[in-house]
């Protein structure tokens, strides 16, 4: 028995890579969509974070201190999001 959910990315911009955590455990990667449909999510809660990756190369960059670069920025949305069984 799995849930759904549909996520709506409104505010961020088109290289952020959205990640859906279980706790500390990645269970979702998306990007480059403005709204997704999350199908066989097991119960349970979930939160979310948005790494903006500036340089587009698909991972967060910690930055580097010689080049003067920062690390990418993450986003942390700390309300979570409860997920049910859906019933058909």
């Known amino acids: 028995e799995y849930g759904v959910l549909t996520v709506s990315i409104e505010n961020q911009p088109d290289y952020a890579i959205m990640e859906m955590l279980k706790g500390n455990q990645v269970v979702e990667r998306f990007k480059n969509h403005k709204t997704v449909r999350l199908e066989n999510i097991d119960p349970g809660e979930y939160t979310f974070r948005a790494i903006l990756d500036e340089n587009q190369n698909g991972r967060w960059d910690v930055g580097d201190y010689q080049l003067g670069t920062q690390p990418e920025k993450i986003i ?11 019933t058909t």
């Open 76 to 86: 942390f949305f700390s309300t979570p999001v409860k997920v049910r069984v859906t």
